[in-house]
């Protein structure tokens, strides 16, 4: 990139990227990591893009500058009722710590460097503050290269950084790319792809984890998996949680 002269430059500025199935060479088109979040604020923000990278990018700071991405590092804040889902993940912790003491033993058997790079502790993990909805909860964001205002939206999972808490919709607790994702977040991106497969339920939570693509060449189009990941798809650890009946009115 150093030595790329003003017009190559400039040419990297209009390169076309994905952004959710469409190919973008206009900006601005932004970049959030979290995923789900990502897709929220594309599905807000009708006629704005967002970059869909094909697997992890977060090193890969310089060639998203290159590019004239706009990094995002929103303010989050959750809505709804907060006693409520507090209350609610109270009721879950036991099994939830459960959960946490089953995947740090699983890591310590199969990955024991893996399982050091948590970048939290383990008993930090277990003692997280838990906030449990029945249905996805709105997210307030703010970032000023979004505009002044609040943006809203509808979330399954979140692991907010200031405070740091977990909000989970009670039923994204089984889904791979929502509760899974969330935790997956709280090891070194180099660290998230290493297998740590655990004994599958039939209900249950897998922390996804893709390996980092370092390949220019690499080319796929926005519905491949990233050839780059373990199986298609990436290394998960799985949580086992409890399923929790719904009430038939």
């Not at 890591?107 to 502790?121: F, G, H, K, M, P």
């Not at 200031?162 to 889904?175: D, G, K, N, S, Y």
């Not at 996804?208 to 373990?230: E, F, G, I, K, L």
Request: charged share 25%; proline share 7%.
């Amino acid at each position: 990139m150093g030595q790329a002269d003003r017009r190559q430059k400039e040419r990297l500025r209009t390169l076309p990227l994905v952004c959710f199935g469409e190919w973008i060479s206009t900006r601005p088109i932004y970049y959030l990591e979290d995923r789900e979040l990502r897709a929220a604020l594309a599905h807000s923000l009708q006629g704005q893009h967002f970059w869909t990278p094909p697997c992890d990018v977060t090193d890969l700071s310089n060639l998203m500058a290159a590019l004239g991405l706009i990094c995002l590092n929103p303010v989050l804040t959750v809505g709804g009722n907060r006693q409520q889902a507090m209350d609610a993940g109270e009721t879950m912790k036991p099994s939830f710590r459960q959960s946490v003491d089953q995947l740090s033993n699983e890591l310590a058997r199969n990955d024991a460097s893996t399982r050091e790079r948590l970048t939290i502790t383990w008993d930090g993990l277990r003692d997280i503050p838990l906030f449990v909805y029945d249905e996805p909860f709105e997210l307030n964001v703010r970032d000023p290269n979004l505009g002044a205002g609040l943006v809203q939206v509808k979330m399954k999972a979140l692991l907010s950084k200031a405070p740091q808490e977990l909000h989970v919709w009670t039923e994204a607790f089984h889904q791979r790319d929502n509760c899974g994702r969330a935790i997956a977040s709280l090891f070194p991106p180099d660290a998230r792809w290493k297998p740590a497969i655990v004994t599958p339920s039939v209900r249950r939570t897998e922390i996804h984890t893709t390996r980092p693509c370092r390949s220019s060449a690499t080319r796929h189009s926005a519905n491949d998996a990233c050839p780059c990941t373990v199986d298609g798809r990436g290394a998960a650890a799985v949580l086992e949680m409890p399923v929790r009946k719904r009430r038939i009115s």
